[in-house]
């Protein structure tokens, strides 16, 4: 095992860890966050990112994938603040065992979805050949990529072309 692969497997554990100590409900909000984020973005970023351009001195791209920053972000926060008031009933006695083991399952999948998109996009970057080796050296990376690229159709092209603003 490689130090890559050490730490994506720390950095995983911890997304467990954090799923099964707050619970499937803020778990699973974590994924339908990052999947609305996601959504709301890349249908409402190129809007925004017209309005914006003209303050970015006319970059486009650099504006679209603000928007699509500031939106996710603000999506993220509103689902949850909504999940907060559903994982009050999910802190009943009776279900608290059954929410925190699945919040820990629900913790693996999100931490999949969200390292695997950064992966996914740090090979978009001009990080040199050794990133790029030592990636495909990885046990885990070449799966968690993969497993972030299922979000790729959700997010707009402006992002996923992100190399062009360098």
């Not at 006319?58 to 509103?78: D, E, K, Y």
């Not at 740090?122 to 046990?139: E, H, R, V, Y």
Request: include cysteine.
């Amino acid at each position: 095992m490689s130090l890559c692969d050490l730490i994506l497997f720390i950095i995983l554990l911890g997304f467990v860890w954090f799923g099964f100590w707050y619970g499937l409900v803020q778990s699973l909000g974590g994924i339908i966050s990052l999947l609305v984020g996601t959504i709301f973005a890349s249908r409402l970023s190129a809007g925004l990112g017209k309005m914006i351009a003209p303050i970015l001195g006319g970059h486009q791209n650099l504006a679209v994938m603000i928007s699509f920053i500031l939106i996710f972000a603000l999506t993220h926060f509103i689902v949850a603040l909504l999940l907060k008031l559903v994982d009050r009933f999910f802190r009943l006695p009776v279900l608290s065992t059954f929410n925190r083991i699945l919040g820990g399952v629900f913790g693996l999948l999100e931490g999949a979805f969200f390292i695997g998109l950064i992966l996914y996009f740090s090979t978009k970057f001009p990080l040199g050949a050794n990133w790029l080796k030592t990636l495909s050296d990885s046990i885990f990376a070449p799966h968690l990529i993969r497993f972030g690229e299922i979000l790729l159709p959700l997010i707009p092209d402006a992002v996923k072309n992100i190399k062009s603003l360098i």
